[in-house]
């Protein structure tokens, strides 16, 4: 009974940290274009920010997934777990790239 309460926790920690990236990501996607019509529309800065905003909801996406790793109860699952936190991370790298160029 404990280890299942425990699993259950650990999992609404997880789906609340999966939801605070998915706001972040959400948020910048709406509010950064509406930010760029008010301030002046520069591609650039435009970019620039959504890629910031974007790798900071990634990594609240990748903890909730190294936090699910805990409850994990076999290898596919695991596995299934490292490839997306793998394709997040290139996600994120890419992210940094796009961000770091200058245009």
Partial sequence: MPENFIGEFIKL???????????????????????????GFDITKVRQRLALQMMFGLEFLIAADIIRVVIVSDIYELSRLALIVIVRIVLGLALKKEMLEKY
């Fill in 13 to 39: 920690i997880a789906n609340l940290i999966d939801f605070v990236g998915i706001f972040i990501v959400f948020a910048a996607v709406v509010l950064i274009p509406v930010r760029a019509l008010f301030e």
